[in-house]
């Protein structure tokens, strides 16, 4: 039995796209238009984790910082891609583990790469 993609397939993705942009939309829609609109100084002062703002929001940040940020996005998306193979393991048999292997091989050298680069070295 061979599957086949059509359009059609792919309704109830897009219905569900479709509910939570609604969602969203509708929740803060109604959240603006009945909640509370008393605006003090202390209310519209930033707030950080408890901290009290010091200096100016413009001070710069080491690039080490983004470059991490960056790296651990990179390596979470590719983790995401191993959710499919996991679920379709015993379909793919053998030559969807050889190519696992693969792509696993091809994250190990970008990490590699990464780290003799010294890019996650915070000095």
Do not use: C
């Not at 790296?71 to 995401?80: A, C, G, R, S």
């Not at 780290?115 to 070295?121: P, R």
């Amino acid at each position: 039995m061979e599957a086949h993609s059509l359009p059609i397939n792919y309704l109830p993705i897009i219905f569900q796209m479709l509910v939570a942009l609604g969602f969203v939309v509708t929740t803060m829609f109604v959240t603006h238009k009945i909640g509370p609109k008393r605006k003090t100084k202390d209310k519209l002062t930033p707030f950080e984790s408890g901290i009290e703002v010091v200096g100016n929001a413009r001070t710069p940040i080491s690039i080490k910082y983004f470059l991490v940020a960056i790296l651990f996005v990179l390596f979470d998306v590719e983790v995401i891609f191993m959710y499919p193979w996991a679920v379709n393991f015993k379909a793919l048999g053998s030559t969807g583990l050889i190519e696992m292997f693969i792509f696993m091989a091809t994250l190990l050298l970008g990490f590699i790469y990464v780290i003799k680069k010294g890019a996650l070295d915070w000095d």
